[in-house]
């Protein structure tokens, strides 16, 4: 009884002891900083987020912050009009973006991991050599690559958006642009999970080597079920790439309704003289909520400690 | 159930990294062999070639009559426990153990009666469900044992696998082991740099240094009859006593004392070696005796050391415990010349 008495004083007076209020000063900068840079990246959001709730005249005239002065002007009327008006197409956008970016995540994210694990655990000549030249293609500006790749898809392959529609083949006309996503994602996959999979711990592939396993099924039994947070924030990474991405998109599929994303649907909602441009907050919002739905469902994988156990006592 | 044969076996790394040099042990079936040594000393690499973890850069390790050299580690019918576990951390107790049966794409019902037995030879049936995170050290270990029981290996091989427990855990795993050998009567070999497992455990014990193998014999023959210098202070604690001595004929003259030598021997200069216990408060058979100048004394209950200078040498002494002696003191103790070893100089290999 006394000892479980004698706990709570003893936090009690180290609660205001001289260290503790020298811990809790020495943190201050590092919450400001903290707190500072998120305003920062949340004030455009929550801009935009006001100016979707704002009519056309007023986004025209106005700051968006000018708004809270007069509440009477908020509206709904941007999402009604996105959702409603059949010519911004925005069903069919959605689907697109899925259809693009499903495939154009698993691509790169199953094959980099294959790659890793060689990278990683297996020995072949020029190993290191081979790595350090795809660490260097993560220097690579994608634009770089452009006009040699749609020149080889349209010129050697003839693989036009129209072309690959005539063969009636579902998701056909998107290949051309999942080739090119899982080309510019797999770099960095690789780069990634092969950091990851080099600090598993080399006594798991040993044993396993010795019950039996082989390079596949060490593969699938082990390395992956433990890469899952390095194989979660991967899939984060590349998919949010791929759905936010317009230039790419436009570059490789154009903007033939059928199959463009939403990103470009987005884009062609204003025209050059700003007319729509109140749509274009709405609709933003709009395809934010995949990302965010991508996001929330996987960060609980995010936590790392799923090796505990494993080795040492 | 096989012998294993390092026949000249050697492991380099590069040209002038060799970390194994010619080694040549014979492993009985069912015997309990441990290679013990310092840190560094080959003893790891040696079982790792056998576990077909390394190559073999020349001569040939046999299991049984077959040369394994080029065998897979999957094929060689050996199992092996090492220092960290190495666990499967996201498969359950029962699943860790299941996979090498898995791996042999052996029967359900088979994997399930395998991993049943072993459970209950280890005492783990409560915790077949767990992940190895909810588990404690010892059971960790029991289950990296486990997973080694169910494929009824040819060999056991072990890698200091008591090396992360604590010491009464230790101890207990220790015996354990002794009577799991026996059970399951396989050959084991085991590695470890601590020499009580090695004398405690082994059958047979392997002592190697700079991936030289310095001597092979029992717990006896190696604390009784120490081939060398390095064995007979590697094995023993306290360590035996070293004292720079000049021989003639049957006597050896150290700076604090002279000892009557069991045979003659060369005259010239050499190492003699005592243990504490043949340093005593009791007169010696022969009547040798020694004045030591007592520097610390360690009462441990049922044994009494004494640390202190003969001479210009250190001497530890294993005295009754009721003596009472304080640092300071000078004391008579008896030398047993009958269970004194003698060193060459140079080479350091024992005359006796």
């Known amino acids: 009884?006394?000892?479980?008495?004698?706990?709570?004083?003893?936090?009690?007076?180290?609660?205001?002891?001289?260290?503790?209020?020298?811990?809790?000063?020495?943190?201050?900068?590092?919450?400001?900083?903290?707190?500072?840079?998120?305003?920062?990246?949340?004030?455009?959001?929550?801009?935009?987020?006001?100016?979707?709730?704002?009519?056309?005249?007023?986004?025209?005239?106005?700051?968006?912050?000018?708004?809270?002065?007069?509440?009477?002007?908020?509206?709904?009327?941007?999402?009604?009009?996105?959702?409603?008006?059949?010519?911004?197409?925005?069903?069919q956008a959605f689907f697109n973006s899925f259809m693009i970016s499903i495939p154009a995540t698993v691509l790169p994210v199953s094959i980099g991991a294959f790659a890793a694990y060689a990278f990683a655990w297996m020995k072949f000549p020029g190993r290191n050599g081979l790595f350090l030249a795809l660490v260097g293609l993560l220097a690579v500006p994608l634009q770089l690559t452009f006009i040699p790749v749609l020149s080889f898809y349209v010129q050697h392959l003839h693989w036009t958006t129209d072309n690959l529609e005539s063969y009636g083949i579902p998701g056909l006309p998107w290949v051309p642009l999942w080739l090119a996503h899982a080309g510019y994602g797999l770099p960095f996959a690789i780069y990634l999970l092969a950091n990851f999979f080099r600090a598993l711990p080399s006594d798991?592939?040993?044993?396993?080597?010795?019950?039996?396993?082989?390079?596949?099924?060490?593969?699938?039994?082990?390395?992956?079920?433990?890469?899952?947070?390095?194989?979660?924030?991967?899939?984060?990474?590349?998919?949010?790439?791929?759905?936010?991405?317009?230039?790419?998109?436009?570059?490789?599929?154009?903007?033939?309704?059928?199959?463009?994303?939403?990103?470009?649907?987005?884009?062609?909602?204003?025209?050059?003289?700003?007319?729509?441009?109140n749509l274009l907050t709405s609709a933003a919002f709009f395809s934010m909520i995949v990302p965010l739905i991508v996001f929330l469902s996987l960060q609980r994988y995010f936590v790392r400690g799923i090796l505990a156990g494993s080795v040492k006592g | 159930?096989?012998?294993?044969?390092?026949?000249?076996?050697?492991?380099?790394?590069?040209?002038?990294?060799?970390?194994v040099k010619d080694l040549n042990v014979d492993i009985k079936d069912k015997e309990f062999m441990v290679l013990v040594g310092p840190s560094g000393c080959g003893k790891s690499t040696a079982l790792r070639m056998l576990a077909g973890l390394e190559t073999i850069t020349e001569g040939?390790?046999?299991?049984?009559?077959?040369?394994?050299?080029?065998?897979?580690?999957?094929?060689?019918?050996?199992?092996?426990?090492?220092?960290?576990?190495?666990?499967?951390?996201?498969?359950?107790?029962?699943?860790?153990?299941?996979?090498?049966?898995?791996?042999?794409?052996?029967?359900?019902?088979?994997?399930?009666?395998?991993?049943?037995?072993?459970?209950?030879?280890?005492?783990?049936?409560?915790?077949?469900?767990?992940?190895?995170?909810?588990?404690?050290?010892?059971?960790?270990?029991?289950?990296?044992?486990?997973?080694?029981?169910?494929?009824?290996?040819?060999?056991?091989?072990?890698?200091?696998?008591?090396?992360?427990?604590?010491?009464?855990?230790?101890?207990?795993?220790?015996i354990e082991l002794q009577k799991l050998h026996r059970e399951l009567e396989t050959t084991f070999i085991y590695v470890t740099h601590d020499q009580v497992e090695a004398m405690t455990m082994g059958d047979r014990i392997a002592i190697m240094n700079g991936g030289i193998l310095q001597q092979v014999g029992t717990p006896g023959e190696v604390y009784d009859h120490p081939a060398n210098l390095f064995v007979a202070g590697f094995i023993g604690t306290p360590t035996m006593n070293f004292v720079p001595v000049t021989t003639s004929d049957s006597t050896a003259k150290a700076s604090g004392f002279e000892a009557k030598l069991p045979k003659s021997v060369p005259a010239g200069k050499g190492t003699l070696g005592f243990r504490p216990e043949a340093l005593t408060d009791r007169t010696s058979p022969d009547g040798s005796?020694?004045?030591?100048?007592?520097?610390?004394?360690?009462?441990?209950?049922?044994?009494?050391?004494?640390?202190?200078?003969?001479?210009?040498?250190?001497?530890?002494?294993?005295?009754?415990?009721?003596?009472?002696?304080?640092?300071?003191?000078?004391?008579?103790?008896?030398?047993?010349t009958r269970s004194i070893h003698l060193f060459d100089a140079q080479t350091e290999a024992a005359f006796f």
């Open chain 1, 1 to 91: 009884m006394t000892v479980a008495a004698a706990t709570p004083t003893t936090s009690a007076a180290a609660r205001f002891s001289p260290a503790w209020i020298l811990e809790r000063i020495s943190r201050w900068p590092l919450h400001i900083a903290v707190i500072g840079l998120t305003a920062a990246w949340m004030v455009p959001t929550i801009g935009l987020l006001v100016s979707s709730f704002r009519p056309f005249s007023g986004q025209a005239t106005s700051g968006w912050w000018t708004a809270f002065q007069n509440p009477t002007t908020f509206t709904l009327s941007n999402y009604t009009d996105v959702l409603s008006q059949s010519t911004t197409n925005l069903g």
């Open chain 1, 204 to 277: 798991l592939f040993e044993s396993a080597e010795i019950d039996g396993a082989g390079t596949l099924t060490v593969f699938f039994r082990i390395i992956l079920p433990l890469s899952v947070p390095a194989l979660a924030s991967l899939v984060i990474f590349q998919f949010l790439w791929v759905w936010n991405d317009l230039l790419v998109a436009l570059i490789y599929v154009g903007s033939t309704a059928s199959v463009a994303p939403l990103t470009v649907n987005l884009a062609g909602l204003t025209t050059s003289l700003g007319q729509g441009s």
């Open chain 2, 1 to 19: 159930m096989a012998s294993v044969t390092y026949d000249h076996v050697v492991k380099r790394y590069t040209a002038d990294v060799t970390v």
């Open chain 2, 60 to 174: 040939q390790i046999r299991i049984g009559d077959r040369v394994v050299n080029n065998v897979a580690a999957k094929d060689r019918d050996i199992a092996m426990v090492f220092q960290s576990y190495a666990l499967y951390p996201h498969m359950s107790v029962f699943d860790n153990m299941a996979f090498p049966l898995q791996m042999q794409h052996m029967k359900k019902d088979e994997i399930q009666k395998r991993v049943k037995n072993a459970s209950k030879i280890l005492g783990l049936d409560p915790f077949l469900n767990r992940k190895p995170r909810a588990l404690s050290g010892g059971q960790r270990q029991r289950v990296a044992l486990g997973r080694a029981i169910v494929r009824s290996p040819k060999v056991f091989l072990l890698d200091e696998p008591l090396s992360n427990l604590d010491a009464k855990l230790r101890g207990q795993t220790r």
């Open chain 2, 289 to 336: 005796t020694m004045t030591v100048k007592v520097d610390v004394v360690e009462r441990l209950g049922s044994d009494q050391f004494l640390y202190g200078t003969t001479g210009g040498d250190t001497v530890t002494a294993r005295v009754d415990p009721r003596m009472k002696v304080d640092p300071g003191d000078t004391v008579q103790l008896g030398l047993d």
